[in-house]
Every structure is written in structure tokens, then in C-alpha cells.
């Protein structure tokens, strides 16, 4: 059993910031096969098609019968805590800071042995569950954890390296003004976030919902317009120090495309809001985030985006919508590449059509703005890098594997 | 499909054991100390670098340099070549491919090498980039190394058998007192089991003295049939019997026995000896749980009896069972690939009585054995070979 984290102290203006340090990255391409399944919250091995066999790590060939048809396929998660060991004097730098380190070999229910990283509570001979984590690295590794819950159970050290849970982490979300943006707040308080910063633009005009957000305890209203270059940077000048997880809220819906549209002056304002706030964002609280990436308890660990589905596959009736989410997923991409370094994640957080005014005309099922903002609590806590929410989004994901043109034809109606 | 019955070694030697002593750091490199044991090679055998036909080398730290490079390095027309990349397993493999080589006349005199340096750097790279199971399942765990996965197979082989900390350092502890002996060895303090028990945890139950400590040096030997030794006048090793073996035992879910215990009947079948003739046998001694488990699977106990057998043999020198009689890697150091012919070298000068201050009096039958790369989670490739000197 282990006992639950403390909330972190005042921080010392006058110590060192510790910086951090990368856990070892290099893997073999076919090794990131485990990374998607990572990215996912999934646990996937690889399995012959030609004799069933699950195979570990990743190979080219199946260990049973040479056959090259090894497709990563969701596995059980069972298995049993073979040894246990504990580095106390790793060769690498990240390891050696966070040493002693626990790892154990698990025999899995379906076959394989796994060296693991260990949960606190896991013991030797008793039954564990597997899941696939990303690391500070940003790559897949092998986690085990007791089969049952246990005790403050995520405030595991080693659990807590590998995930971006909000207890005891002070968190931004950049716009108040939207629904997702208060049923975020409101949630990330519940999972324990010592401070919620809310952007707000234009503070002196009112807007539903405001009196909620200002009577929270924990919760601070800041002045923030994304799309504003100097607004964002003034912003981060003020807490920018303070921003452990940051959640882009930012929502600029518009029904259209092209055709029926004229000029470019709705889809600039989606370009500025979206794309460019994005933009604003990344450059006032990216550089110090990435910094804080090993600052204690509450270190900097994660920056969300909320994404339409339709950033994948562009919904024509929402069709320079659709194209400003795409910049934005693909401006994701590039920051996570720019904050791996920290050991910051970021997770996108796709959905269909939200239940909000700017849908107003799309029929049901829209995914209630309290669900995302629960799917963004969840995916911290697991430390997950993608997720869909709600059935659209996860329909759309699945089509646009078994048959992206087929999606295409069928999004055009 | 049967197995087929193996050819034996006829008039196959060994000659000129070559240590080039070893140094914590090296600021040379991988090809300097190999140059350095041929050099020693053909000054102890009096012959000319000319004479050698044969090639094979063992390394970590070479570089992008593999066998054939260090032919035209070193000024060698050979006329076979090998480059063994086994670790612990390097110097069996190598010997065993030599003498085939020089059985069937593919060359004459084969120089058996292993070499590594150490920079201050080289241990943690070597880890790194071990293999690729390893960089993609092993090392992003911790980073513990070998230390780490050596750490899981002795827990779980202790546990199992119900070994105790104390039974595998009686391992250690003897081997000191063989490495006070020799002048090359790099531990120069002796350990008494107080000082072993009470040592630093490293990666339970892996302790400070169950590690081998990283260093530079070399290691060789000449290969060559009787006649080719006779008419040099050489002092040489006959080979008797050798096996190898690789990913034995894959079912097993925790390493508890290694490829030897595959093959242990033919290893004494093909000599035509049993373990108790032999005069001194010198184990593969990455960690003392390892030694411990060859003497179960190359004979000497059965499986589960390894540390009974120790708590009742002395394994010094002049104990009734001498092991590792140079002090083995645990108290010389593991100069990388050349740790895999130390036990074969010294184990070479002991049927030659060549050994100096750590000769067992009388000794003309050896066995040495190799065990090597830790792919994944257990040690891949295992080996062992059975000698005898010329009094025998």
C-alpha cells in the first residue's frame, strides 16, 4: 500500500529548477506498434495469424512458425509477477535521478514474458495487469499494476512518471467562455487540481455560466484572447511559470465551406482563432512548460486539445471548419515533437458535433460538453496521447481505417 | 530428424595462453589491445605474424571495425577469417571454429583473439546498444543493464532453490583469495563473506561483489593441430571435447539452467571423462548465481544442489575444487569480450603449469565454459570446453 502524494509546498524562488532528462528513446520501427497502442490506452501484442501465437518484444517473424504475419491485436492483460528487481544505480541520467527504480518480468496469461515497470503494490507471484504507457520519452513501455485497485493507487511514483494526473496540478484552460471550457474546469477541480486558471476574453462582457465560474474556490479567471499575440504573452508573463497542464479550449465554429461562402473573412477569423491562437498559445506557454517538465510533484506534464473528429476527415457542410481543425492537429503533431524534450505530453481529444449552438442544426448523437470534459480527466489520469469521444468520433475513426474513400464519398450528403 | 554423431577433435592443441593485463580505463582503443595480444601471440609462440593463417576475434569496442579490417591494421594475410560477436560465449565459439578450421586444413595456426577497451563512457554505450530486444523491451526499464536482468534470474533461481545470499558469496569470496594470488587481477584487497554480505545493493539481490567491474585487457590463443606445435616446439593444450548451445530451454519461463545442461553428455561422452577427473575447472563468472548454476548443469551437483555443493567444496587454489583459479572476472575485472577467454586462458596455463602464482599443483585436465549474451531476459549462448595438458 502506498501513502498518498502531499500537496507539493511553496516552490523556492532562489533553487534551481531541476530540468528534465529523457528516459532511453530508441526503439526499433516495428517496436511502435506498442506506441499506438500506448497513444490509445490500448494493450496490444503482436499475434501470427498463421498459428495465434502472441509474440514479445516485437518481432519480424513469429518465434513459433516463421510466419511474417504478426499484426498487433488487442491482448488480455492478465499475467503473474515472476521477480522483481529494484536499479539503484541505473547507467542513464533519468533513471539514476529517479532511482530506486522497481522493475519485474511478468508471464503473460497468453504467453509472453514482459520486463515490466512495477506499481508499488505489485508482488511477486501474485497477479498483475498490463497496459502499455507512454513515458517521459514520449514511447511506449510496459506497465504492471496489482490486479485490483488499491489505495491511492495513481499516486504511485513510478505510476505518476507516466501520467498527467491533475491532483495537486495547477491547470489552464484557455477559454472559460465556451461550455467545454466550464464543464472542464469544474471537472479538472474535481480531480483534484490545486488551481484552475480559465482564460476569458473581454472580461467585461458577460456570458452564461460566469457567476459558476467565478465562485469556485481554486478557480481563477484570466484575461485571455487567444488569438491575440500580445494578450497570450502578457497572459503566460503573469502564470505562465505556474501552468502544469494546459487544456486548449478554444472553440470557433462556422458552419460552410467554400462555395456557398464569400470571401475569406469568416475563415480568417477561424484561421485566427483556431489556428493562430494555437499558435499564441504554444509560443507564451510552451518554452516554460517545457522547461518545468521535471519540477517536483506538481511538474509541468501535459498540454490537451480539444479537436474535431473532422480534422481527419473534412465534413464538407462544416468544411473550412473541418480545414482549420486539420492546421491544428497537424500543429500538434510539431508540438509534441517541441515538447517531447520536457516530457510533456500531448494528448488530442477528438469529438463529433458538440452539443452546443453552433450544431444547433446537426441532428443527434452530439457529445454533451460534460463528457469531453470527462474524457480530458480520464485521459490525464491514464496518460494517454488520443482519444475519442463520443460515438461519432469513434465511427469516424473506424471508417477512416477500413476505408478513408469510402468515408469521403459518404461525409459528402 | 536423428542427430548426427559429431567428428571428433584428433590432434587438435591449444598454445600460448596470452593476458595482456588489464587497466580500469583505457584511453587506447579496441584495436590497440588486440594489436598488443598479437603481438604477444607470436612473440610467446615464436613465430612470425606471417605464420598465422587464421584469424578470429571477439570485441565490443572496435567500432565499425570487424575481423577483416583489423587484417590489413595489423599486416595479416589469413586465409580464414571469423568475427564472433557471443560475448561470454566468444572464446568456446571461437575455439571450436578454429579447430575445426585447422582439422580440416583450412589453415594452420589460428589466432584466437578477444579485446576491448574501456573509456569512461564505453559501459554505458555498450549497455545502450546491446541488441535490439534490449534497446526496444530491456534497457528503456530502468536502465539497470545487465546488472538488472541478472538481478530477476537470481532472485527468482534463489528463491526457487532456496539459496541464500551467503551461498553464492562463498563464490565471490574464494575467488578473491585466488585473485590475491595473481598480480594481474585488479581487486588487490581481500573480501571476507562479512565484507560481501555487508556490501551495496546494486539491483537486488545483486550486490556490489556479485558485479564484475568494467576494464580493458585482452586475451588470446594459438589454435593449430599436434604436428604444426610439435615441430614449432610448442607446449600445447589438447582439445578433447567442446559444446555450444543457443536459446536452449526457451519454454522455461525463468532462466534456471543454461544451454550446458543440453548437451553436458556429449561434453564428457566425447572427452571420455567424468567431472570428477577433472583437475580445474574455470565458469563463466559474470555473477557468482551464474557460476553457481553452470556447476549444476555442467555436472558437478545436480539441479537445486549448487549452493550445497559449495557450502562443502573449498574453491580456492589449493581447495579440492579449484575455480577460477586467476580470480575470475568478479576480482580481475571483464575487459568486455576478452572476459570470455579469460577462464579458457588461465584454465590453458594451469594443464601447461604455466600459471604461476595461482598453479594447482598437478593440474593436466581443465574445463572452461562461456555463457553470453543477454539478449532479452535470460543469457542466450552457452559453451563449454574440456582440455588436457601435455602430462596427461
Known amino acids: ?413 | 530428424m536423428k542427430k548426427s554423431q559429431r567428428t571428433p577433435y584428433d590432434g587438435i592443441v591449444i598454445a600460448a595462453p596470452v593476458t595482456i593485463p588489464y587497466v580500469r580505463y583505457s584511453i587506447e582503443s579496441a584495436q590497440w589491445w588486440i594489436g598488443r595480444a598479437l603481438g604477444a601471440l607470436v612473440a610467446q609462440a615464436g613465430i612470425k605474424a606471417s605464420d598465422i593463417d587464421g584469424l578470429c576475434v571477439s570485441s565490443f569496442t572496435m567500432g565499425s571495425d570487424s575481423g577483416i579490417g583489423l587484417t590489413q591494421h595489423f599486416g595479416l594475410c589469413v586465409r580464414w577469417l571469423d568475427t564472433i560477436p557471443l560475448g561470454g560465449a566468444s572464446a568456446i565459439a571461437g575455439l571450436r571454429k578454429a579447430a575445426r578450421a585447422v582439422q580440416a586444413r583450412d589453415a594452420d595456426i589460428v589466432a584466437c583473439v578477444a579485446g576491448d577497451t574501456n573509456h569512461v563512457d564505453s559501459f554505458r554505450l555498450t549497455l545502450e546498444n546491446f541488441s535490439r530486444f534490449n534497446q526496444d523491451a530491456v534497457y528503456p526499464y530502468g536502465a539497470g543493464g545487465a546488472n538488472a536482468s541478472f538481478a530477476l534470474i537470481a532472485r527468482n533461481y534463489m528463491r526457487t532453490f532456496g539459496v541464500t545470499r551467503e551461498d553464492v558469496g562463498r563464490i565471490a569470496v574464494a575467488q578473491r583469495a585466488n585473485a590475491l594470488r595473481n598480480p594481474h587481477a585488479l581487486m588487490k584487497a581481500p573480501l571476507t563473506l562479512e565484507q560481501y554480505l555487508a556490501a551495496r545493493p546494486i539491483s537486488d539481490p545483486i550486490h556490489l561483489f556479485d558485479c564484475v567491474m568494467p576494464c580493458a585487457g585482452a586475451e588470446a590463443f594459438l589454435v593449430m593441430r599436434e604436428e604444426t606445435a610439435a615441430s614449432l616446439g610448442l607446449p600445447a593444450a589438447r582439445l578433447l571435447s567442446t559444446i555450444e548451445r543457443h536459446n536452449a530451454f526457451a519454454d522455461d519461463p525463468m532462466q534456471v539452467r543454461g544451454g550446458w545442461a543440453m548437451d553436458i553428455g556429449e561434453l564428457y561422452a566425447m572427452a571420455g571423462v567424468k567431472p570428477d577427473d577433472l583437475d580445474i575447472v574455470q565458469t563463466y563468472d559474470d555473477y557468482p548465481v551464474i557460476t553457481m548454476m553452470q556447476f549444476e548443469d555442467l555436472g558437478f551437483c545436480k539441479k537445486g544442489e549448487g549452493a550445497e555443493f559449495v557450502r562443502a567444496h573449498d574453491l580456492t587454489i589449493d581447495g579440492d575444487f579449484p575455480h577460477n583459479t586467476s580470480g575470475g572476472q568478479l576480482s580481475v575485472g571483464q575487459a568486455g569480450a576478452a572476459g570470455a577467454y579469460l577462464g579458457l586462458v588461465e584454465g590453458l596455463r594451469q594443464v601447461l603449469g604455466t600459471a604461476g602464482p595461482t598453479q594447482v599443483s598437478n593440474a593436466s585436465l581443465g574445463l572452461a565454459s562461456g555463457f553470453g549474451m543477454i539478449n532479452y531476459d535470460r543469457g542466450l549462448a552457452s559453451g563449454a570446453a574440456i582440455f588436457a595438458g601435455p602430462s596427461r
Not at chain 1, 210 to 219: A, F, M, N, S, T
Not at chain 1, 224 to 251: P, W, Y
Open chain 1, 1 to 413: 500500500m502506498i501513502d498518498p502524494i502531499k500537496p507539493p509546498r511553496r516552490k523556492n524562488p532562489l533553487l534551481r529548477t531541476r530540468l528534465p532528462a529523457s528516459p532511453p528513446r530508441p526503439r526499433s520501427r516495428t517496436s511502435h506498434g506498442f506506441t499506438r497502442a500506448a497513444a490509445e490506452g490500448r494493450f496490444m501484442l503482436q499475434r501470427c495469424e498463421a498459428c495465434g501465437a502472441f509474440a514479445y518484444p516485437a518481432r519480424e517473424a513469429c518465434p513459433s512458425c516463421l510466419s511474417p504475419a504478426l499484426a498487433f491485436a488487442d491482448a488480455p492483460r492478465q499475467g503473474t509477477l515472476l521477480a522483481e528487481t529494484t536499479a539503484r544505480v541505473p547507467s542513464d541520467v533519468y533513471f539514476r535521478e529517479r532511482a530506486p527504480w522497481r522493475i519485474g518480468l511478468v508471464k503473460m496469461v497468453c504467453g509472453p514474458t514482459i520486463v515490466a515497470h512495477l506499481h508499488a503494490d505489485c508482488a511477486e507471484g501474485a497477479p498483475v495487469r498490463m497496459s502499455f504507457q507512454l513515458d517521459k520519452g514520449g514511447q511506449a513501455v510496459a506497465f504492471a499494476r496489482p490486479e485490483g485497485d488499491t489505495p491511492n493507487m495513481a499516486d504511485d511514483r513510478q505510476w505518476r512518471e507516466m501520467t498527467a494526473d491533475p491532483k495537486f496540478r495547477r491547470v489552464f484552460v484557455t477559454n472559460g467562455r465556451s461550455l467545454i471550457g466550464q464543464e472542464a474546469v469544474v471537472a479538472l477541480k474535481a480531480a483534484g487540481a490545486k488551481t484552475v486558471f480559465v482564460g476569458v476574453a473581454e472580461p467585461w462582457r458577460p456570458f452564461a455560466g460566469e457567476d459558476l465560474l467565478r465562485r469556485q474556490e481554486g478557480v481563477e479567471v484570466v484575461t485571455l484572447d487567444a488569438a491575440d499575440e500580445k494578450s497570450a504573452a502578457d497572459l503566460a508573463a503573469d502564470i505562465g511559470g505556474k501552468v502544469d497542464i494546459l487544456v486548449n479550449t478554444t472553440e470557433y465554429v462556422r458552419a460552410g465551406g467554400l462555395l456557398d461562402r464569400k470571401g475569406t473573412s469568416i475563415a480568417r477569423d477561424e484561421i485566427d482563432q483556431a489556428y493562430l491562437g494555437f499558435i499564441n498559445l504554444a509560443q507564451a506557454f510552451g518554452p516554460a512548460m517545457r522547461m518545468r517538465g521535471a519540477d517536483g510533484v506538481n511538474n509541468s506534464v501535459a498540454w490537451v486539445n480539444i479537436l474535431s473528429v473532422y480534422a481527419l476527415a473534412n465534413w464538407p457542410a462544416f468544411g473550412a471548419y473541418s480545414a482549420s481543425q486539420a492546421a491544428c492537429l497537424s500543429l500538434s503533431h510539431c508540438l509534441r515533437a517541441e515538447l517531447r524534450p520536457g516530457g510533456i505530453k500531448v494528448m488530442n481529444l477528438f469529438t463529433g458535433p458538440v452539443d452546443i449552438e453552433w450544431f444547433q442544426t446537426v441532428p443527434p448523437p452530439k457529445v454533451a460538453p460534460r463528457a469531453i470534459a470527462q474524457a480530458i480527466v480520464s485521459g490525464l489520469r491514464g496518460g494517454l496521447e488520443e482519444m475519442y469521444v463520443g460515438d461519432v468520433a469513434e465511427e469516424i475513426r473506424q471508417r477512416l481505417a477500413a476505408n478513408p474513400k469510402a468515408l469521403e464519398r459518404e461525409l459528402d450528403k
